[in-house]
């Protein structure tokens, strides 16, 4: 990984490789990443990342390749602050309805007494407790507030709500631009960008990253097609395939409770005139797949899909055997989408481009 193929900051190129992660509460490293086939390889071999720690409140299927597994404490074990601003900002301060079970810590306590066999302990905490942290940082807001309640107050309601004065996006500067420019180098909304042309030089720009006969990124809008995206549907695979996000699940929070499932059960919405000459017909079990592998679901014959689209919602968890070392062996029997999505990120932000794919349908 350098700085010209992914973005490293502060130096030309990563001197090592990751040796050790830490995966708290997230089934990011197979569920919510682009193609779980590929990054099981990648987590497979040991002679890459070396250990990895993972803290969850479920056996999700990112568990499954941690070297060691700390139980982590569900929110209504703990006390907890969310706050959001807006229109209409609100707080909720939570407060613990049952005691710890176990020998489980918090994700404070886990980092305090890692800090504390790393001889930095003091540092990190700065001699206070998890409730002086969250109580201090309350008063913090308060100081700026003078409407909040009293933290006692606040942790008796459970849910506090202010009205705001609405917002105007950039208003200071619409006002006075000269006064409040913005932060661009010419303090003004640009269109063109001289510092996206200047700093993407000398990129590893794949042909189709950017604009035709370009070596660096667009730095202007540009609309460039995407990989695996509609323009590019071959006769194997003929379909575009998109992600959304379901009713039955957050992301892939609470995606292996079976009673969830079964009223919200894992499906490919298909239009009527791609079912049609599939033979597929509503409730039929099918199979997706493309070069990434294959996922075995439910139809949904439906028109609230166009044609020519196949739309699969996200978050579902991977269940396949991985122990073939042929992609097309490990039949993905949870459905997950991100066993047909590309591990390559986009060419600007390095993000997972995941819902623009491309796929065949057939019956099991």
Same mark, same amino acid.
């Given at each position: ?5 992914? #973005? ?7 001197? $090592? ?136 107050? =606040?942790?008796?309601?459970? $849910? $506090? ?62 609309? %460039?097609?995407?990989?695996?995206? $509609? ?74 899909? %166009?044609? /020519?689209?196949? =739309?699969?919602?996200? /978050? ?34 390095? #993000? ?13």
């Amino acid at each position: 990984m350098t700085s010209k193929n992914a #973005g490293v900051k502060g130096v030309d190129r990563l001197s $090592v490789n990751i040796k050790y992660m830490i995966n708290y509460a997230g089934n990011c490293l197979t569920n919510q990443n682009g193609d779980i086939n590929y990054v099981h390889d990648i987590l497979s071999d040991e002679s890459k990342c070396e250990f990895i720690l993972g803290i969850d409140t479920v056996l999700c299927d990112s568990m499954k390749y941690a070297d060691v597994i700390l139980p982590d404490m569900f929110r209504f074990e703990q006390n907890t602050q969310i706050g959001t601003g807006g229109d209409n900002a609100y707080m909720i301060t939570g407060t613990p309805c049952t005691t710890p079970k176990f020998e489980r810590k918090t994700a404070f306590e886990m980092a305090q007494l890692i800090a504390d066999k790393m001889g930095t302990k003091d540092k990190f905490d700065e001699g206070k407790t998890e409730e002086q942290w969250i109580r201090d940082l309350y008063e913090q807001a308060r100081a700026k507030n003078a409407a909040l309640p009293t933290f006692e107050e =606040a942790q008796e309601k459970g $849910v $506090v709500v202010t009205k705001g004065k609405k917002k105007i996006s950039m208003e200071k500067f619409i006002a006075d631009p000269v006064a409040s420019a913005l932060d661009t180098p010419s303090g003004k909304i640009e269109i063109f960008s001289e510092k996206l042309l200047k700093d993407t030089v000398g990129w590893e720009v794949a042909k189709d990253d950017t604009v035709s006969g370009l070596d660096t990124m667009a730095p202007v809008p540009a609309y %460039i097609p995407e990989w695996y995206g $509609v323009e590019s549907t071959t006769d194997e695979y003929p379909l575009a395939l998109g992600g959304f996000h379901y009713r039955g699940r957050l992301h892939s929070s609470w995606g292996g409770i079976e009673e969830l499932k079964e009223v919200n059960p894992q499906e490919a919405w298909i239009n009527p005139a791609d079912a049609e000459p599939r033979g597929i017909k509503q409730g039929d079990t099918i199979h997706v797949k493309n070069e990434f592998g294959t996922i075995e679901l439910l139809a949904k014959v439906t028109p609230r899909v %166009i044609p /020519g689209m196949v =739309a699969i919602s996200q /978050g579902a968890w991977h269940d396949a055997d991985m122990s073939s070392s042929d992609h097309k062996a490990r039949l993905d029997k949870g459905g997950s989408i991100n066993t047909l999505t590309t591990h390559r990120p986009s060419p600007l932000s390095k #993000g997972n481009p995941q819902h623009t794919n491309i796929c065949e349908v057939v019956k099991a």
